[in-house]
């Protein structure tokens, strides 16, 4: 039975040829993408930001998102979200942080239930304050640094340092375009990101990984010849 095949037998590709234009190009992307992060800054969540959460349910009907929006715009809260969750009758809202401690945020759930009460059921409501968004913000980055540490150090015993090395770079290069694309777009930035962050780096370092095993098979067949042009 012929297999079917998506591409012509024997394709080659010549992209290594496109090198000179791709590292210069990579390098300047990662160079943009930390500039963005100390100017421009990413649009913390609420987890990192600190705020009040509040999960609603509409008690008739399906929950209005515009109306929601508009009511929340307009009570001196700053940008209000609206988030459908789950079922078309259950929303989230959520309000970035109050200048004022405690009490302003504690002002700013009164404010939100005076508004929404004849409409909707208040689920649960939770406060997020600036020291809690803070440890957030450091376990979230502890854990990548830390994850990212442990896999190079498998890497670095696995293979040759040099290949370590390599590592390295690639998915440093992939953290700092996901980062830049954040600070371009101004998506918010919570846990959940710190998970799609971990993901990129698992994929990234698994074709690593299988790229660099398929190295050391080359080396291993051609040892001569790699001797020989390390030598030179």
């Given at each position: 039975?012929?297999?079917?095949?998506?591409?012509?037998?024997?394709?080659?590709?010549?992209f290594m040829r496109l090198r000179r234009v791709s590292y210069p190009l990579s390098a300047v992307l990662s160079i943009?993408?930390?500039?963005?992060?100390?100017?421009?800054?990413?649009?913390?969540?609420?987890?990192?930001?600190?705020?009040?959460?509040?999960?609603?349910?509409?008690?008739?009907?399906?929950?209005?998102?515009?109306?929601?929006?508009?009511?929340?715009?307009?009570?001196?809260?700053?940008?209000?979200?609206?988030?459908?969750?789950?079922?078309?009758?259950?929303?989230?809202?959520?309000?970035?942080?109050?200048?004022?401690?405690?009490?302003?945020?504690?002002?700013?759930?009164?404010k939100l239930r005076e508004a929404f009460g004849a409409d909707y059921e208040f689920r649960s409501v939770d406060a997020?304050?600036?020291?809690?968004?803070?440890?957030?913000?450091?376990?979230?980055?502890?854990?990548?640094?830390?994850a990212i540490l442990a896999v190079l150090t498998y890497l670095w015993f696995r293979f040759e340092w040099q290949f370590?090395?390599?590592?390295?770079?690639?998915?440093?290069?992939?953290?700092?375009?996901?980062?830049?694309?954040?600070?371009?777009?101004?998506?918010?930035?919570?846990?959940?990101?710190?998970?799609?962050?971990?993901?990129?780096?698992?994929?990234?370092?698994?074709?690593?990984?299988?790229?660099?095993?398929?190295?050391?098979?080359?080396?291993?067949?051609?040892?001569?010849?790699?001797?020989?042009?390390?030598?030179?």
């Amino acid at each position: 039975m012929k297999l079917l095949r998506l591409a012509p037998e024997n394709t080659k590709l010549g992209f290594m040829r496109l090198r000179r234009v791709s590292y210069p190009l990579s390098a300047v992307l990662s160079i943009v993408a930390v500039i963005l992060f100390f100017t421009v800054g990413m649009n913390f969540g609420i987890d990192f930001a600190g705020g009040t959460q509040v999960e609603l349910r509409a008690k008739t009907g399906v929950a209005d998102l515009a109306d929601l929006r508009a009511k929340g715009d307009g009570l001196g809260l700053g940008p209000v979200e609206a988030q459908r969750a789950g079922v078309p009758s259950d929303v989230t809202l959520r309000v970035k942080v109050q200048p004022g401690g405690e009490d302003a945020q504690s002002a700013a759930i009164a404010k939100l239930r005076e508004a929404f009460g004849a409409d909707y059921e208040f689920r649960s409501v939770d406060a997020v304050g600036p020291r809690v968004s803070g440890e957030l913000v450091q376990s979230g980055t502890l854990g990548v640094v830390v994850a990212i540490l442990a896999v190079l150090t498998y890497l670095w015993f696995r293979f040759e340092w040099q290949f370590a090395v390599g590592a390295i770079i690639g998915t440093m290069h992939d953290l700092l375009l996901t980062v830049g694309f954040f600070c371009v777009t101004q998506l918010e930035f919570n846990q959940t990101s710190i998970a799609a962050i971990l993901t990129i780096v698992g994929y990234s370092l698994n074709e690593t990984v299988v790229v660099l095993d398929r190295i050391r098979e080359v080396m291993r067949k051609y040892k001569r010849r790699c001797s020989s042009l390390a030598a030179m």
